[in-house]
């Protein structure tokens, strides 16, 4: 049933260890989104795909990098993990560019120690 | 510097009673916003949206108003029920669609039996 779905639910890092989250959609749909919410705060788009087109928001910091190697999967890679990148990372897809809304993922809580 | 606002955090209404949930935005492109609900350890869904041609939109209990000469928008729950408890956004996006959204930081209701 679930449409967006993303793993794992929960991670644990240590400070510079990368991490991979990944996120896969049962929707085929064309975009794929990943958004950065920390607590109390609005969720933040950091970037998304059009297809295999990558579109990078102009203040996302380089340690964050996406792959894209299908229309179904996205990961999101933390290259080296601060304090400040714990966060609800959140995966959402879109159909095309003229549909009425994103459909989000449950999440994946970041914690890094 | 937030384009999208919503200036309370926490919301706590009576069973039954109406909730009005406020948002505000700064940016006047802005033509499209939705609203979006969120429960605990899931992803925002979808709830209402609203075209900047309109005024106002109806959809059984949920009524989003927009007021553009002040840039106000609102969203009413009638009558509020204890399902309705959970975070909600105000999102907007500045080209007719759901492509590229910003969100407000969220508020969030409780109903109070």
């Known amino acids: 049933d679930a449409m967006v779905i993303q793993n794992p639910r929960y991670q644990v890092t240590q400070f510079g260890k990368p991490v991979t989250l990944s996120c896969s959609q049962t929707?085929?749909?064309?975009?794929m989104y990943w958004y950065q919410q920390k607590s109390s705060q609005a969720p933040k788009l950091l970037f998304h795909?059009?297809?295999?087109?990558?579109?990078n928001e102009a203040d996302t910091p380089d340690n964050f990098q996406s792959r894209r190697p299908n229309t179904s999967f996205c990961f999101l890679d933390i290259r080296s993990p601060g304090l400040g990148d714990a966060a609800m990372y959140l995966c959402?897809?879109?159909?095309?560019?003229?549909?009425?809304?994103?459909?989000f993922g449950p999440g994946t809580r970041l914690t890094v120690l | 510097d937030q384009q999208v606002k919503q200036n309370s955090p926490s919301l706590s209404v009576q069973e039954g009673r109406i909730s009005i949930l406020n948002c505000d935005y700064t940016?006047?492109?802005?033509?499209?916003f939705l609203w979006y609900k969120k429960y605990p350890a899931e992803g925002p869904t979808f709830l209402i949206s609203?075209?900047?041609?309109?005024d106002k939109n109806e959809d059984g209990r949920f009524t989003v108003f927009l007021n553009k000469s002040a840039k106000h928008l609102s969203l009413h729950i009638v009558p509020s029920q204890p399902g309705d408890s959970a975070v909600y956004f105000c999102?907007?996006?500045?080209?007719?669609?759901?492509?590229?959204?910003?969100f407000g930081s969220g508020t969030r209701l409780s109903i109070r039996p």
């Open positions: 609203i075209s900047s041609i309109k």
């Open positions: 795909y059009y297809d295999k087109d990558f579109n």
């Open positions: 940016n006047s492109m802005f033509d499209y």
């Open positions: 929707l085929n749909h064309n975009v």
């Open positions: 999102a907007a996006s500045a080209d007719s669609s759901a492509s590229k959204i910003i």
């Open positions: 959402a897809t879109l159909p095309g560019f003229s549909t009425d809304t994103q459909y």
